[in-house]
């Protein structure tokens, strides 16, 4: 089992605000260019997405993924793992809110992933820093505007 890539990046706006677009999880192909479409499956007892199948375009990754999400640890972590998926055998990771100590939002966001053929290490890496930069970078620009 591989260890995360993560990344972290400050967003102007209060964890509140920055919650709000990550816990839309029906709202992320409006802002993230790799999800292609969101099907929410299942929710809980308070309408948030449990169960999320995703349709994703990440360049040299495509696949239609069904997550798990889980809210135990929030609103201060939104994790997700794998329950199926064409090609991947692992998807799994979590999104960090908490104040920045200058008004706004330290967003940090941890993924790994397995493929269902061999991939070297690094190069399985590199994709998801990539990925896991794209994504903060349009999170970015959608609550900043």
């Not at 995360?4 to 919650?19: K, L, Q």
């Not at 499956?41 to 994703?56: A, C, L, M, N």
């Not at 493929?115 to 999170?139: C, F, G, W």
């Amino acid at each position: 089992m591989s260890e995360f890539s993560e990344n972290s990046i400050s967003i102007d706006a209060d964890p509140d605000s920055v919650r709000k677009v990550l816990f839309d999880l029906a709202g992320y192909p409006t802002w993230s260019t790799e999800i292609k479409s969101v099907q929410v499956i299942e929710q809980d007892d308070q309408s948030r997405p449990t169960k999320v199948k995703i349709s994703v375009d990440a360049g040299v990754l495509r696949d239609s993924v069904v997550l798990d999400y889980d809210y135990s640890q929030a609103p201060a972590k939104l994790s997700f793992s794998l329950d199926d998926a064409d090609l991947l055998t692992e998807m799994s990771g979590a999104y960090l809110t908490a104040e920045d100590g200058e008004g706004g939002t330290l967003v940090t966001y941890q993924m790994k992933v397995g493929l269902s053929m061999p991939v070297p290490a690094m190069m399985r890496q590199k994709v998801e820093r990539a990925t896991i930069d794209l994504a903060l970078k349009q999170l970015k620009n959608k609550i900043e505007g």
